[in-house]
């Protein structure tokens, strides 16, 4: 019954390759977002999607490119990892709505180590 | 720029007394301010949040925080610590557009000692 669940938690790959993080909420929610950890454990928003659509977009490479098939779901595809994409990365969720006032739930995180 | 600031990195406390974790911020309008907890290899939880209304907001696991205006403070407090407190500590302002992305401060790490 988690609220927001994303997978894997933990990714180790190499330098070149590509993958995918995963995200699922099921508390109805209209907004998703991906944040990023870094290793000083600072965080910051990558993108955030309203109903399928694209609202917040922040200085991301373009390599990273996020999916939302529908509104329960925001995946985040990485294409050529270099090393300094080893961070956490956040899957988050919220209301539609008065968006300030709501609160955004985050889900487990997801340790991704590029080698 | 709308942003917060956690002047301290790190906070000690022996368990049993009490904990205060400082935030600072600068918004224009009014703010909307949030306070989460990670604990070690785990997501963010939501403690609480001030949108308007009593200074005194209560939130989860016993933590309250207060909004100060004249200051531009919100400081998460809590009167007596638990050993299971340890963890890291973000305060956030939530940007008054209306998709409001959270913007977060560096975090607090709190070790409380038995």
């Known amino acids: 019954d988690t609220a927001v669940s994303q997978t894997p938690k933990y990714l180790v790959t190499q330098m070149g390759n590509d993958k995918s993080i995963k995200c699922e909420q099921n508390?109805?929610?209209?907004?998703m977002y991906w944040y990023k950890q870094d290793s000083k454990k600072f965080l910051k928003i990558m993108f955030s999607?309203?109903?399928?659509?694209?609202?917040i977009n922040e200085t991301v490479p373009n390599r990273f490119s996020p999916k939302s098939p529908d509104k329960a779901h925001l995946n985040l595809h990485i294409n050529s990892l270099e090393l300094g994409d080893s961070a956490v990365y956040f899957c988050?969720?919220?209301?539609?709505?008065?968006?300030?006032?709501?609160?955004?739930?985050f889900g487990e995180g997801s340790w991704l180590t590029v080698v | 720029a709308q942003s917060v600031a956690q002047p301290e990195d790190q906070v000690n406390v022996a368990e049993g007394n009490p904990l205060t974790v400082k935030c600072t911020y600068s918004?224009?309008?009014?703010?909307?301010l949030f306070w989460y907890v990670q604990y070690p290899n785990r997501g963010l939880q939501f403690l609480l949040k001030?949108?308007?209304?009593?200074?005194l907001v209560k939130g989860s696991y016993g933590f309250e925080a207060e909004f100060n205006k004249s200051q531009t403070s919100f400081h998460l407090k809590k009167p007596s610590a638990l050993v299971s407190d340890s963890a890291l500590y973000f305060c956030?302002?939530?940007?008054?557009?209306?998709?409001?992305?959270?913007?977060f401060g560096a975090g607090t790490q709190v070790v409380v000692t038995p």
């Open positions: 001030y949108i308007t209304g009593d200074n």
């Open positions: 988050a969720s919220s209301p539609r709505g008065q968006g300030a006032l709501n609160t955004i739930y």
């Open positions: 956030a302002v939530r940007l008054t557009d209306s998709w409001g992305k959270l913007q």
């Open positions: 918004v224009s309008g009014n703010p909307y």
């Open positions: 508390l109805g929610h209209d907004t």
């Open positions: 999607y309203n109903n399928k659509e694209l609202i």
